[in-house]
């Protein structure tokens, strides 16, 4: 059946329904385009940006290419645009998707508590520099195609090359980080002392912290 619904009509084979062929295929074709309608509107509601950056009659011919492929039409509604940002000719749009993915993930991310500023506003410089830490679940880091142009509604265009998402409880922040926040963020992946991060470069833990990029790994921290 899971063929028949990819393949079409040519997938068919006699004797699969107990309807007559011609009304199988019918019921058939209308299922398809159901399904079709499905993972466009998908697309369309994962990157209204994007659509409003493109047009709608450019929007929708590239989705109509992209939805060809096997990949998006085997995921879920909720994944189908992972990889649209890459099939986008203009760089600058892309980035726009590439960052409008992120929020998406950035929202559906699993709930953790965030170090914030008042979080650790009465530790000591010994108890801050031990503090076990490690990236948010929600953090999203974006490699820019074209920082130059980028631009997001309420924040500040830097010009730098990364972008990072966070959502420290219901709240999703954007910020245009620089190369050290990037590797601040990559060296907090799978856990690490806040010390470490300090080694790295001071004003982006400062960045990581005021973002909410950051969860404790041992708790009151």
Partial sequence: MSELIAKGPAAYRDGLFAAPR??????????????????????????????QAMGGEAFHALAERYLRNDAPRARPLRLIGADFAERIDDPAIADLADAEWAMLEAYGAAEAPA????????????????????????????ALRRPE?????????TGEPWLLVTRPASEQRVAQVSDAVARAVRAARNGCVMGELFELDAPAVTLLVQTGALRPLVEGV
């Fill in 22 to 51: 011609a009304a199988a295929l019918r019921a058939l074709r209308a299922h398809a385009n159901t399904i079709s309608h499905a993972r466009y509107k998908a697309l369309e509601d994962s990157f209204p940006l994007t659509r």
């Fill in 115 to 142: 170090i914030e500023m008042q979080s650790i506003a009465g530790q000591s410089p010994e108890q801050l520099v031990a503090a076990r830490v490690a990236l948010h679940p929600a953090a999203r880091l974006v």
């Fill in 149 to 157: 142009v980028f631009a997001w509604e309420g924040m500040p265009a």
